[in-house]
């Protein structure tokens, strides 16, 4: 039973991006401009038309610039409009775009610009060293600590509790890297083998070099419009039609981090309001977050499209895979195509949109398409947003 | 191919590589609050301190001073055990600033006791764990029961460091 009856229609028009790279010689400002000026342009729109921006970005110590919602603003289109910024970590760039959802929703703008934008690069000695501020300063920081142990640590409770191998792990960045190399947008697509990655630099085991996406700048942007007036721009709307989102504690040493229960519960709140009863039968296309190769494992289990455990077996028979029965990560995830944080949010809501829209290129699937979900995920393994779209 | 007007280093660029070193001048005096400074109090005695919430039984370590789920004030000091199990372990070859570490630093999480492996929140720690980089690699270290290392009583000075590490019993 779907339960977003009561809300307006709210349908996606356009989206534009700048490709993702390791340092670009652009402000945050010119490549937020990039990226909206080529979604209004799909959207055959102008910025005069445009009713409300919201823009998505993560740390301001990243861009090295405070009250970067501001700063952006103009590069966004912003300027004399009501604008908001969103930030929730990691999950932020697929939160840009359930905000821009509930502002049309809600019936108080008809047609919103959302940017998200992120500059990786100027961090020194090198942007790892930004999150040291993510931690507890009392109970954690004193340890040390770098972003990669976090990760680790989850990765290897989740291999130790379903006895999944590094081997299986490492067939998802070979997967996201071969994906993309058709993403035109991307920074690291190629081929490369499992025995790649398991010979890679070890960093922190059972972390290694190829296990992990890459520092990014980079840019995103969508429009979407209320579903009274899409087809006054394009014949194939894509509708936004379920979302959700929650946030857990920040105790994350006290908890177990197996399993994801913030996905989950994100991911019921969206299903329930899209009508999804059953998410394998009913979900063609994924885009789960990926920042670690694991981590598309981890969420393709929160997000309920296998059981606790089975990812990694699915995985490996080809299920997942851009010919399979739920093609995941179809444009080359973070791994391959770079992770801008806000921005490569909104590239994989950006990206279902596409598949379902038909216009993916490349990077299309072969089998048809009418139900896509994109995912984001972040902060303390606390913060999840899931996004369900139909054509 | 899309016609790139945005401007990413050039492949010469990326060949010159030079080495920053630098560390954030970001300096902070943060405050440790009611709940951690009495934890922190307590690690000087070589106690780990939580609190309990009287509505609900939930143990909060490090401890916090109301429920999330209850949302009322947690009302009674608790000690825990300094033992528990190991709940993940890793070995960081890389320091925080990503510089390449000769000798891997392990740290995992602990789950005190009392607590029971059918928790899905429990008290629990973040540390360092006194084993090698073999029992990390081949998991043997995962479920075993560790007790913290304390620091000599006149060393410690109320900071989470005054556990050494926690290391198998």
Redesign the interface.
């Known amino acids: 039973m779907r339960t977003n009856l009561r809300f307006r229609p709210v349908a996606v028009i356009g989206a534009g991006m700048t490709p993702f790279r390791r340092r670009m010689l652009d402000t945050p400002q010119e490549l937020a401009w990039e990226a909206s000026r080529r979604a209004l342009d799909e959207a055959g729109l102008e910025l005069r038309d445009v009713d409300c921006v919201v823009i998505g970005s993560a740390p301001d110590a990243f861009d090295g610039v405070h009250m970067k919602g501001e700063y952006l603003a103009h590069g966004a289109g912003g300027v004399r409009k009501p604008v908001s910024r969103v930030y929730v970590g990691g999950a932020t760039g697929v939160m840009t775009a359930i905000s821009a959802w509930y502002h049309v929703a809600s019936g108080l703008c008809q047609k919103v610009l959302a940017v998200a934008e992120e500059k990786m690069s100027p961090g020194r000695p090198h942007p790892q060293s930004v999150f040291r501020y993510i931690w507890d300063p009392i109970t954690e920081k004193p340890l040390n600590p770098n972003l990669i142990w976090i990760f680790a640590m989850e990765m290897h409770r989740y291999m130790n509790v379903n006895r999944v191998s590094k081997e299986d792990i490492a067939l998802v960045s070979v997967k996201n890297k071969r994906n993309a190399k058709k993403n035109q947008y991307s920074q690291l697509g190629g081929d490369i083998t499992v025995d790649d990655v398991l010979k890679s630099e070890v960093l922190v085991w059972p972390v290694q070099l190829l296990d992990v996406s890459p520092v990014s700048d980079g840019a995103a942007a969508m429009v979407l419009v209320s579903g009274d007036i899409a087809r006054r721009y394009t014949d194939t709307p894509i509708w936004v039609e379920g979302v959700g989102w929650t946030l857990d504690n920040t105790s994350w040493p006290g908890r177990e981090l197996a399993y994801p229960r913030y996905l989950e519960n994100a991911a019921r709140m969206a299903y329930k309001m899209a009508g999804i009863e059953r998410p394998q039968k009913e979900i063609d296309v994924v885009e789960p977050y990926d920042p670690f190769d694991y981590k598309e494992l981890h969420h393709l289990e929160g997000l309920l499209l296998a059981k606790k455990g089975e990812a990694p077996t699915l995985m490996r028979e080809g299920f997942f895979d851009v010919d399979g029965e739920i093609p995941s990560s179809p444009s080359g995830g973070l791994l391959g195509v770079g992770n801008p944080i806000a921005a490569a949010g909104l590239m994989k809501t950006i990206s279902i949109y596409w598949q379902l829209k038909g216009t993916a290129g490349g990077m299309q699937v072969k089998k048809s398409v009418h139900t896509g979900v994109a995912q984001a995920w972040g902060d303390l393994m606390q913060a999840s947003t899931v996004i369900v779209m139909r054509n | 191919?899309?016609s790139?007007?945005?401007?990413?280093?050039k492949e010469e660029d990326?060949k010159r590589h030079p080495?920053?070193?630098?560390?954030?001048k970001?300096r902070?005096s943060?405050t440790?609050?009611q709940a951690?400074s009495v934890?922190?109090n307590g690690l000087k005695e070589g106690k780990i301190l939580g609190r309990k919430c009287t509505k609900c039984g939930r143990i909060?370590?490090?401890p916090r001073m109301y429920c999330?789920d209850c949302f009322v004030p947690t009302s009674l000091w608790v000690e825990v055990k300094d033992e528990g199990v190991v709940?993940?372990?890793?070995?960081?070859?890389?320091?925080?600033?990503?510089e390449r570490l000769d000798h891997?630093e392990i740290?995992?999480?602990?789950?005190l006791f009392p607590s029971t492996a059918r928790?899905?929140?429990?008290?629990?720690?973040?540390?360092?764990i006194c084993c090698s980089?073999e029992d990390?690699?081949n998991?043997t270290i995962?479920g075993k029961i560790v007790k913290a290392r304390w620091k000599p009583r006149e060393e410690r000075t109320g900071?989470?460091?005054d556990i050494e590490c926690f290391e198998v019993v």
Not at chain 2, 87 to 98: E, G
């Open positions: 191919m899309i790139v007007t945005v401007h990413p280093l990326l080495v920053v070193e630098d560390k954030p970001a902070y943060y440790a609050g951690l934890f922190l909060y370590v490090p999330e709940m993940t372990a890793v070995a960081s070859f890389i320091s925080w600033t990503r891997p740290v995992g999480t602990i789950r928790d899905y929140v429990y008290p629990g720690l973040f540390h360092r980089y990390v690699r998991m995962f900071s989470i460091n």
